[in-house]
């Protein structure tokens, strides 16, 4: 290891990053581009859920259940049926999510003690997650509507209130789940497509051969061509973060320090892959695609940034366990939402080094054949 | 064995086979002190392969060598250091300025502070750059990069440099340049390794290397070499050369006919008959002998002859 060479390539590295556009455009202003694009784009919160109604109760009760529907501002009554012959129409067309169907006796049965009152909810199925979170809705608005009716009521058994509340998103916001989560996947991309380029460019013009001539050593190579990347990667996360705050109101409740030092580690993993892509290929445009799916699809599918991996079958789960995102999108949630340190995140932190020293490893193996160690 | 009693370049039965196809085999011979030597042969003879294989960036099949002592297999890296070495392409960073250029290899080779101002500037007034500094190479006219490759080459100045056909795609009066360089160079002590495809480039060498087809087939100083050619060969000058090669090919006595411009040499088993036959068999095709002389061999003819002495045929 010689510093003066280490920085020689670093140097040079750096010089012709600058005056490569493609290279500026991809480090500087995609990566702001991808959070504010996905971080308005994406958006699991389900509100103005088209409702239709057939009341065939027709009293004060019933009438009060459509209005909490309505005042929670998850459900609007966009339609109000006469028959119960409507109903499938109503659902197979589109034209509303859920039918809401009171039938007659719902007052009765609501006034008569120990007695159920049942009223049905219809939901189009055809988009489940939609489906799911309308059932939670109208689950918990119906439960609250009930219990008030308990207390107004001359029940004597106290009702049993089941109140969910959630965690370190109160609001549920799935906003705050998406930016931290987004910013890794954002950098999983980014850092390998940066370095994908650099050493199949080499190939490409000849100068590995001329490099491979003078003493300059593998690792030499390979650290001297991550540095100004990790640098740019951790400049990245630096505007991402600030922007998902700024921009979305993401809270920071974390250490900016561990997740500065876990970025780190998580970057000079990904920029390693890419050089060890572009040295196994030696061509930039195949370098450049390779990285995209090697890193883009196991970041988005699998990472947990957008599917749960807890309720994954399990030999999907065990791949997980080979995407370094998934370990980064952990840390940047935790680090963000949860607050949580390096008492927690260790896991995490452990894999990422090992995926570092992997990195770093399978890059330097890669042109073993040209440059000696 | 200490450095300084061995030679710059020591090669024995180098060989390098690329699966059945053999690129070099078995070549020896060695490199002297402050010599340039020239490796010359037409392209696809193994010269690239043998220069590669000395310099450290692949690796022999068989055989050994050494440079200023150091084993071209164990002690690759320690070669490297030693010496200089400029590719076919001029392989600098073509976004990088030319300051940039001899800065990254200055780097590379571990050149720093004042002795890197010096070098600096003895690269730049070498290489005729002076004012050029902040240009991108990718800018410059082929002998600017050929020369500045030239510079970074030697910008740890290496006791040993190796020039893989340093010359080609550029013009004449920038080839004379630098051939002008390479002299006084190996004047001043530095031993030159280079390899070239053209014939006349070859008269500027101490020892030659004739390499036809991975072999070795002729090791002297292109004096010698010329001495060597055992057929007397004229030179013709007809009306029509081209038709004239036609009508002598195959003629009795004739072994060989090439076009130099406007001349034939024709290779001869023996001068005086020889002459009658040529003239005979033109007149007897229509053609106008305006002379027939005997010639000086050129390197070309020295070649084609050692060529045909092995019993195989030129590549290329």
């Known amino acids: ?373 | 064995m200490p450095e300084s009693s061995s030679l710059p370049v020591e090669v024995h039965e180098l060989t390098r086979r690329f699966g059945d196809f053999t690129a070099v085999d078995h070549v020896t011979f060695d490199v002297r002190e402050g010599e340039i030597f020239g490796f010359l042969g037409p392209n696809g003879a193994g010269k690239t392969t043998t220069i590669k294989m000395l310099t450290g960036l692949l690796a022999p099949s068989e055989g050994e060598g050494r440079i200023a002592g150091l084993d071209i297999r164990t002690e690759r890296a320690r070669i490297k250091r030693r010496i200089g070495y400029m590719s076919q392409k001029f392989s600098l960073y073509s976004d990088l300025t030319v300051a940039e250029n001899i800065e990254l290899f200055a780097g590379l080779y571990g050149v720093t502070g004042e002795r890197f101002e010096e070098r600096r500037a003895w690269i730049l007034s070498m290489s005729e750059l002076e004012g050029a500094e902040d240009r991108e190479t990718e800018d410059l006219p082929l002998g600017w990069k050929q020369r500045l490759a030239l510079g970074c080459a030697l910008v740890h100045e290496p006791p040993i440099l190796f020039l893989d056909e340093p010359t080609s795609g550029v013009d004449p009066v920038a080839r004379r340049r630098f051939w002008d360089l390479i002299d006084g160079l190996a004047r001043h002590g530095t031993t030159v390794f280079v390899s070239t495809h053209y014939m006349e480039e070859a008269e500027y060498c101490h020892r030659l290397a004739l390499l036809n087809r991975g072999r070795l087939i002729a090791l002297d100083s292109p004096g010698a070499l010329r001495k060597r050619i055992v057929e007397p060969i004229l030179g013709v000058k007809t009306d029509d050369a081209a038709g004239a090669v036609s009508a002598l090919s195959g003629a009795p006595g004739v072994l060989d006919v090439a076009m130099f411009g406007r001349t034939l040499h024709v290779t001869v088993d023996d001068a005086a008959a020889g002459a009658d036959t040529v003239e005979r068999t033109l007149e007897r095709a229509g053609r106008t002998v305006e002379a027939i002389e005997p010639v000086e061999p050129s390197l070309e003819d020295v070649f084609v002859s050692l060529v045909r002495a092995e019993g195989g045929a030129v590549v290329g």
Do not use: C
């Open chain 1, 1 to 373: 290891m010689d510093v003066t060479r280490l920085r020689a390539i670093a140097r040079k590295e750096w010089v012709q990053l600058k005056r490569d556009t493609r290279s500026m455009i991809l480090a500087f202003v995609l990566p702001l581009f991808l959070l504010v694009f996905f971080g308005y784009a994406i958006s699991w919160d389900v509100n103005d859920i088209r409702l239709a109604v057939l009341d065939q109760d027709h009293t004060q009760e019933s009438r009060e259940l459509i209005e909490a529907f309505e005042a929670s501002g998850y459900f609007t009554v966009e339609h109000y049926l006469e028959s119960a012959d409507d109903v499938d129409g109503q659902l197979v067309g589109h034209r509303v999510l859920g039918v809401m169907w009171i039938p007659p006796g719902y007052a009765a049965d609501l006034a008569a003690p120990g007695r159920r009152a049942p009223v049905q909810l219809l939901l189009d199925g055809s988009d489940a997650n939609t489906a799911t979170i309308a059932l939670n809705y109208a689950d918990a608005i119906a439960a609250r509507h009930g219990a008030r009716a308990l207390l107004q009521g001359r029940s004597l058994t106290a009702p049993i209130s089941l109140e969910a509340r959630t965690w370190y998103n109160p609001n549920l916001e799935s906003r705050n789940m998406i930016v931290p989560a987004l910013i890794a996947v954002i950098m999983s991309i980014i850092a390998a497509m940066l370095t994908a380029l650099t050493i199949a460019r080499e190939w490409e013009r000849g100068t590995m051969e001329q490099l491979a001539s003078t003493p300059v050593t593998r690792l030499e190579v390979v650290l001297g061509k991550l540095a100004p990347y990790l640098a740019i990667g951790l400049f990245d996360v630096a505007v991402t973060v600030v922007a998902g705050i700024l921009l979305f109101g993401t809270p920071m409740n974390g250490s900016v320090l561990l997740l500065a030092v876990l970025t780190t580690l998580f970057l000079i993993g990904a920029l390693g892959l890419g050089i060890f892509i572009s040295a196994a290929v030696k061509s930039q445009v195949l370098a450049t695609q390779i990285a995209m799916v090697a890193t883009y699809l196991p970041a988005v599918l699998l990472s947990g940034f957008l599917f749960d991996i807890a309720s994954m079958p399990i030999v999907l789960k065990g791949i997980t366990f080979l995407i370094p995102a998934r370990y980064y999108v952990t840390v940047t949630r935790g680090i963000f939402l949860k607050g949580v340190g390096a008492t927690v995140l260790w896991p995490q932190a452990l894999l990422m080094l090992l995926y570092a020293v992997l990195g770093l490893t399978l890059a330097t193996r890669a042109f073993r054949k040209e440059l000696d160690a």
